[in-house]
Each structure stands twice: as structure tokens, then as C-alpha cells.
């Protein structure tokens, strides 16, 4: 798949979230990469509020794809 649908997908995550909470700044990372055997490695780092800040990671995976998104919510 092309990138721009990627960026779509996202755009719409924060979208929806937004839609949810006006509360926050969101952030999503969407990583896909071809499941071949090579592994992947994804990491993420913030520094933030605990007491109101946050993140979540997804990860999923059919025989040929591996994706990971993780969303962060400010």
C-alpha cells in the first residue's frame, strides 16, 4: 500500500479522537512492514505529564504484513 493511505489512516485516527476528547493533542505513528522473517523493531519515547498524558500501542499481523500503531494522547 502507498504511503498516502497510511497517512490517511492516521489522519482519520486523530480525527476520531479528537472527536472523542477537544481535551488532548493527539500523535499516531503507524508502522507496516513486509512480515519476511527480518523482524521489526518499533520504540517510542515521551516525556510528559503521567497524571493526564499518555500512550497506546497496537500491534497486528496477518501471514505477509506486520503493523504497529501507537498513539499518544497529550
Keep these: 500500500m502507498h504511503a498516502t493511505y497510511y497517512y490517511a489512516r492516521n489522519e ?13 493533542k493527539y500523535v499516531v505513528s503507524t508502522t507496516v512492514a513486509e512480515d519476511n522473517g527480518a523482524g521489526m523493531d518499533v520504540a517510542s519515547c515521551g516525556w510528559w505529564d503521567g497524571n493526564s498524558d499518555g500512550s497506546v500501542t497496537v500491534k497486528w499481523k496477518n501471514s505477509s504484513i506486520s503493523c504497529v500503531v501507537i498513539v499518544c494522547g497529550l
Design 12 to 24: 482519520r485516527c486523530v480525527a476520531e479522537l479528537q472527536r472523542l476528547s477537544e481535551h488532548f
